[in-house]
Nanobody, 123 residues
Framework: QVHLVESGGGLVQAGGSLRLSCVAS????????MGWFRQAPGKEREYVAV????????RYADSAKGRFTISRDNAKNTVYLQMSSLKPEDTAVYYC????????????????WGQGTQVTVSS
């Protein structure tokens, strides 16, 4: 079972940037599709971005396109989410997740989840 730990969240002003990291232990990440999801208060969890095992395929939610970049370093067992031009509506708990099957944006397909890291964007 892969264990995931996110970091890099915090408080940032609108227009600012943050880079989230997700470090895996227990299993190598190289065989997993990885995703970033987020959940704002009172809202359902939504996908932000997913990346295939070799970074060959990437998908972004419309809300993330042009502002967020997902990447991975399999040698470091780490996945990143670079977030720029942040908006107050990006405020949420951000989770990374692992899926050993196919590239999908469905959260139900992801079997391992981190504990989440809070991102708060002030206006």
């Amino acid at each position: 079972q892969v264990h995931l730990v996110e970091s890099g969240g915090g408080l940032v002003q609108a227009g600012g940037s943050l880079r989230l990291s997700c470090v895996a232990s227990g299993r190598t990440l190289s065989s997993y599709v990885m995703g970033w999801f987020r959940q704002a208060p009172g809202k359902e969890r939504e996908y932000v971005a997913v990346i295939s095992w070799n970074s060959g395929r990437i998908r972004y939610a419309d809300s993330a396109k042009g502002r967020f970049t997902i990447s991975r370093d399999n040698a470091k067992n780490t996945v990143y989410l670079q977030m720029s031009s942040l908006k107050p509506e990006d405020t949420a708990v951000y989770y990374c997740a692992a899926n050993s099957d196919t590239l999908t944006t469905m959260s139900s397909a992801f079997t391992a989840w981190g504990q989440g890291t809070q991102v708060t964007v002030s206006s």
